[in-house]
């Protein structure tokens, strides 16, 4: 079972009352609106941190072991595609 905290916040009228109108469309309480929208921007700025360490990451190993060419990649999956042997491409440096 989730453990639960009580919080409060302080909103302007404005931002209350299109709160209120989106939970009551949606058939939720304001409540379970409020805490979706927080449980959604939590999770995306995860996802966002998340997606910037990755790609760090592999901007790192593609400086260090280099890249594909285009016209490599495309030659080696039409081949795979029509069932053709074919070795995988090697990388090359980045030209700089």
């Known amino acids: 079972m989730s453990h639960t905290i009580a919080t409060s916040l302080k ?9 209120d109108e989106d939970a009551r469309r949606l058939g939720i309480s304001s409540h ?10 939590a999770e995306r700025s995860r996802l966002r941190e998340q997606f910037t360490h990755d790609a760090l990451a592999a901007e790192r190993d593609m400086l260090e072991h280099g890249a594909y060419t285009l016209a490599d990649a495309q030659a080696y999956f039409s081949a795979r ?7 995988r491409p090697g990388r090359r440096p980045l030209e700089r």
């Open 81 to 87: 595609v029509r069932g053709e042997p074919v070795e």
């Open 11 to 19: 909103l302007p009228a404005e931002l209350k009352a299109a709160i």
């Open 32 to 41: 379970a609106y409020m805490v979706r929208t927080l449980s959604e921007a």
